[in-house]
């Protein structure tokens, strides 16, 4: 049985207050995650790189290396990044005002010292600036505030994320957080291969998007926000079945997005509401039901009832 969010205030976090801090700091997750895919065996549909939310910030979780195995932390209570490595050493970087390359450069020397050798690609992935970690001098804000915020309600997201992962007996992806696209997801299957996807996202290969949606999923999670949107939790069906633009969805602050292809419940509207995980719950599960009802899922076979 789970346990329902105890009822504290959802932050405020408007897109614009934190953009410079917001793209430095995927940036900086995507250089650690990329150390995530060089250690870690391969997982279907890339579950093997994201990064999990817990009680600190961020973490790889256990990564397996030449002597052991090792572990990377966003440490959003003291701003800092942590190695720790199973033989008992720990190392720290201080989360700062510094740019993305000053970040790059002492992150590798972390490694080293720490006898972790972790080859990785060394530009950004799913975004149109493809400008090399180690040369980035562009972006180099830190606002811990802001950080703390967007932990915050990750930590809050990842609850509900959880919960609504339960209630569902087929393939699910755990909650976790994908550093390509700064987002919080989880992804229900309907045990069905699907087409090949036309690829297209800036930076990524067609080859790795094909992977990740090589079945059919209903696919949700949160999204802080940026170029030009707000905050919102987001729920799309890959492929989409017909009709699904048009489908009734709770709560009435939901809509569909053309530009994006998917329904968003605006995060502001999630703040203020007076039941907050209501709303979310409704959200994700009215926008799961279409999905599954329209592409003609298997539901009796792969829900909790």
Known sequence: ??????????????????????????????????TRLALCPML?????????????GLSTGSMPYAAGACEVVFDFHHHELQLYTSDG?????????????????????????AGVAAPIWP????????????????HHSYDPDAVQRF??????????????????TGKASPVHFFWGSFDLAVTRFSGRPAPAHPGGVPNLADWVTREAYSAEVSS????????????????????????????????????????LGE??????????????????LDFLQSSYEAAANLARWDRRHLERH
């Open 123 to 138: 530009v950004p992935v799913e975004v149109e600036d493809a400008t090399p970690f180690s040369q980035d001098q562009h």
């Open 151 to 168: 932990w915050q309600i990750l930590l809050r997201a990842d609850q509900l994320l959880g919960e609504f992962r339960g209630h569902f």
């Open 220 to 259: 949700a999670g949160w999204w802080p926000g940026g170029n030009g949107q707000e905050a919102a939790f987001y729920s799309y069906a890959y492929p989409t079945p017909p009709g699904f633009a048009q489908a009734p969805i709770r709560p009435a602050e939901a809509a569909f997005s053309e530009q």
């Open 89 to 113: 050493e720990v190392r720290r970087m201080a989360l700062a005002p510094r740019t993305v390359a000053d970040f790059y450069h002492e992150y590798r020397s972390l490694l080293r010292a």
């Open 1 to 34: 049985m789970s346990t329902p969010l105890a009822p504290s205030p959802w932050p405020a976090l408007p897109a614009d207050s934190w953009t410079a801090t917001r793209q430095t700091l995927h940036m900086w997750t995507q250089i650690v995650g990329k």
């Open 263 to 280: 329904f968003l419940l605006p995060y502001e509207a999630v703040r203020t509401a007076a039941d907050p995980r209501r709303l979310v």
């Open 44 to 56: 279907n549909h890339w579950w093997q790189v994201p990064l999990y939310v817990t009680p600190r």
